[in-house]
């Protein structure tokens, strides 16, 4: 459809309101954070189910590329097997606009939103995800390698935030809890 074509060209931002949505698998937002090990820039991207604040794919490397953020996203939809005409939010970066990205969204019938031009706070939810995980996880460690902090980024994530981190934004529950309460 045209309109689709013009929609994806301009990259609008569908989630301007910046409601949260009623149940899982609805919008997830995505993003790329840098971390550094022992002068070496580690990337880890990761995608959060915007209802639930839960991670639902990550991965680390040591070079930022679209082959990063695409195999974040497979995790997540291996994981979870969303329905079509889930939304995801992202940046405008090049690792999210590039035809091999958008080709894995079609494929999927996910919708993709983008921020506005220079307004993170578009993708609040991620910006403080990336903001807690370094106050709690990376400021007080000294990494001696990429596999350590990627053993670390595994515990923290998956047992630590998702399963036992409370979150003031969804009744003070951890991300499993508030999706097994709102089943």
């Given at each position: 459809a045209p309109g689709m074509r013009r929609f994806l060209a301009s990259g609008e931002n569908l989630r301007s309101d910046g409601a949260v949505p009623e149940a899982k698998n609805k919008v997830w937002v995505a993003d790329v954070t840098y971390l550094k090990v022992k002068k070496q820039w580690h990337y880890l991207s990761a995608v959060m189910d915007l209802h639930s604040r839960r991670i639902v794919g990550w991965s680390l490397d040591t070079k930022r590329t679209t082959e990063?953020?695409?195999?974040?996203?497979?995790?997540a939809i291996k994981k979870r097997k969303p329905e079509k005409?889930?939304?995801l939010h992202?940046?405008?970066g090049v690792e999210y606009r590039g035809a091999e990205y958008q080709k894995d969204l079609k494929r999927h019938g996910i919708l993709h939103s983008l921020s506005r031009p220079g307004k993170c706070t578009d993708n609040a939810h991620m910006e403080s995800f990336f903001h807690t995980l370094?106050?709690?996880?990376?400021?007080?460690?000294?990494?001696?390698?990429?596999?350590?902090?990627?053993?670390?980024?595994?515990?923290?994530?998956?047992?630590?935030?998702?399963?036992?981190?409370?979150?003031?934004?969804?009744?003070?529950?951890?991300?499993?809890?508030?999706?097994?309460?709102?089943?």
């Open positions: 990063v953020t695409k195999r974040t996203l497979a995790t005409g889930l939304m992202t940046d405008r370094k106050a709690e996880l990376i400021r007080c460690t000294n990494f001696q390698s990429g596999e350590e902090l990627k053993y670390a980024l595994g515990r923290y994530i998956n047992d630590f935030y998702n399963r036992t981190r409370l979150h003031s934004g969804i009744g003070y529950c951890s991300p499993m809890e508030y999706e097994r309460i709102a089943a």
